[in-house]
């Protein structure tokens, strides 16, 4: 049975809702006491894949199993850890990378009461470890909104340990010492050369109810992007996350076997934030997401949503590279702007440690995620493709290295939207 994951909206928030009007609303129970609701399974026959990730196995694990166990170990502490420490005063940052065995809290001052009782109880879940850090993370995103204002950096986030702020350039091998700095920005830079960050325009031919994963086409522009995580918009109705530059309002979307056939039809764009890239195709959308190449039909039931932190390993499976998960977080509260010229805030940006392919033209709005462990049939919503950078050898596809993408966790928070999980 399929299920929903309410999230709140957070006070204040600014985003662009643009409204669907009829379209047979509100069936969602939305009380603070019913946070869940089940579907009836569509019949559509599950086929997963019993062998997980194929690529090489990194930071000295056994295998990929021994490496989403021990993440999935770490990132529960974390979890805990930011809630309490996110919004403090003095936070800087978190590392919570597998090959550590233990999760990295860097601070700037004293650690406030409430949230060293909230280190005390991730303590009971995994090593947590408290650092200091030179800077705070509302001074550096503070800072980085400055570069990024500048016009001289493609993107810009805090460093993860408090140290600095993190540049993108599109020029390779800049020096820091030849930029300007903004009035205000004091704190140390490194910089990443050759990173213009594109959006990912460009599996085959899924049929309701859709899984994440699969090729669309957009009936208005012909862009190529990919399905998204299945969720409930605001007034109950289903549909699927993609990325916000794949359309526009009311644009129809269709499956991979094209714009010809009337019953290749998926629904209609609906909702969208821009600044997060992030947007709503109502469709009769399910909680599942596909995990194989771009070819393969393999599956995974969506069972639950995580925050992705700096050092997590993630996969990408877009319709157009299929699944990749030698996929490591660099930054989180990354803000850009691409080579559209549309602006993003407060995304994760990360990096295919071995340096090859991570992301594709064709994949945007495809989801990322992580394996809970060694359920090859399980996965862990996490974030939406949204853009490409550092480009590689892709296949014979545009594509690079870096990939930039929102957290389903706010993205769904921002809609007012629940995720569907099994």
């Known amino acids: 049975m399929s299920r929903k994951i309410r999230l709140r909206l957070i006070a204040g928030a600014a985003c662009v809702l643009l409204p669907v009007l009829g379209a047979g609303a509100a069936s969602a129970a939305r009380s603070g006491h019913d946070p869940v609701r089940e579907r009836v399974p569509d019949g559509k026959p599950p086929i997963s894949d019993a062998t997980g990730p194929r690529e090489p196995v990194p930071g000295g694990f056994a295998g990929w199993a021994e490496l989403f166990t021990e993440q999935t170990r770490l990132n529960a502490a974390a979890d805990r850890v930011l809630d309490a420490a996110e919004n403090a005063e003095g936070y800087a940052g978190m590392i919570v990378a597998p090959e550590n065995h233990e999760v990295r809290v860097y601070w700037h001052g004293e650690v406030p009461p409430a949230v060293q009782s909230a280190l005390e109880e991730g303590r009971l879940r995994a090593p947590v470890r408290v650092l200091p850090a030179a800077y705070s993370q509302a001074r550096l995103l503070a800072e980085a909104a400055e570069w990024t204002e500048s016009g001289q950096v493609t993107g810009a986030a805090p460093a993860p340990d408090g140290s600095g702020v993190r540049l993108s350039v599109a020029a390779e091998d800049v020096s820091p010492g030849a930029l300007l700095r903004p009035t205000g920005a004091s704190a140390p830079i490194t910089v990443e050369g050759g990173e213009e960050m594109s959006p990912a325009w460009d599996r085959r031919d899924d049929v309701p109810s859709y899984y994440a994963g699969g090729r669309t086409r957009n009936a208005a522009s012909g862009a190529g992007c990919t399905s998204g995580f299945a969720v409930y918009d605001k007034n109950g109705s289903p549909g699927f996350l993609t990325a916000a530059h794949c359309g526009k309002l009311w644009d129809a979307f269709y499956d991979g076997g094209g714009t010809g056939d009337p019953a290749n039809r998926m ?156």
């Open 267 to 422: 629904g209609e764009y609906s909702w969208y934030v821009t600044k997060r890239d992030a947007a709503i195709v109502l469709a009769d959308a399910t909680a599942n997401a596909f995990d194989g190449s771009p070819s393969s039909a393999s599956n995974a039931q969506v069972v639950a949503l995580w925050k992705a932190h700096v050092g997590n390993f993630v996969c990408n499976s877009g319709a157009s590279l299929g699944q990749v998960c030698l996929i490591k977080v660099t930054e989180v509260g990354w803000s850009g702007t691409y080579t559209n010229g549309q602006k993003v805030k407060h995304m994760v940006r990360a990096k295919h440690v071995s340096g090859g392919c991570a992301v594709a033209a064709g994949d945007s709005g495809g989801p990322i995620f992580s394996y809970p462990g060694a359920a090859w049939w399980q996965v862990a919503a996490q974030g939406i493709v949204s853009a490409w950078g550092k480009q590689v050898y892709c296949g014979g596809l545009d594509g690079g290295r870096v990939l930039t993408f929102p957290r389903v966790w706010d993205v769904d928070k921002e809609f007012g939207a629940l995720l569907q999980v099994w």
